[in-house]
């Protein structure tokens, strides 16, 4: 039976260091991804939610039609689409599911099923979905969907998501790491 994969987008197949150019130009900072050590940028900017907000809701189609790939990424994921299922689960907002399936088509990036939910409560749709293992930058998201349905979650290692993670989180540095480490899980499921 095929594998079927929970996979994040923004910060895991992208790059997570997109927002920082963007952050840089609007309010006129210097940032660097290690200035990010919080998933929540307005706890490590001094920007206002509300500012903040405003901001990304108008700059996030933009953002995420040039979002630059995360290293190892396309590689990794086209060997695995005649593999395993590829679903693809984020917390963008359904209203950017054609600027999504475009960055992916000119990425050349195929996939099983896009779902943009809108919200980081990732939990319900990779259990709806039958999620074998998911992908995630987010370290809250990484760890509720593990305690959730008992499934291993790569953990993309960043500045941000540095707390502690349980022994079915995995932490990865890079995408040829997380590859790395499905081979070995595929082939200890099959036996």
Do not use: C
């Not at 210097?30 to 405003?54: A, G």
């Not at 195929?110 to 293992?133: F, M, P, Q, R, W």
Request: proline residues 5%.
């Amino acid at each position: 039976m095929t594998k079927r994969f929970g996979i994040d987008i923004d910060g895991t197949v992208t790059s997570p260091e997109t927002l920082i150019p963007y952050i840089n130009q609007k309010f006129d900072l210097e940032l660097s991804l290690n200035d990010i050590t919080q998933y929540e940028l307005t706890e490590v900017l001094d920007i206002s939610p509300e500012q903040f907000s405003n901001w990304f809701k108008q700059a996030e189609p933009k953002i995420y039609a040039e979002s630059p790939l995360a290293d190892g990424a396309k590689d990794v994921l086209n060997d695995w689409i005649n593999k395993f299922e590829l679903f693809f689960i984020s917390a963008r907002g359904s209203h950017l599911l054609d600027v999504t399936k475009n960055w992916f088509d000119e990425n050349t990036l195929e996939y099983h099923h896009i779902e943009l939910i809108g919200s980081h409560h990732k939990v319900e749709t990779a259990k709806k979905h039958n999620v074998d293992i998911f992908f995630e930058d987010k370290h809250d998201n990484a760890v509720a969907i593990h305690e959730a349905l008992n499934i291993p979650v790569i953990l993309f290692d960043t500045p941000y998501n540095q707390d502690p993670i349980p022994s079915g989180v995995i932490r990865v540095k890079d995408w040829d790491e997380a590859n790395q480490w499905v081979e070995n899980w595929v082939m200890s499921t099959q036996k």
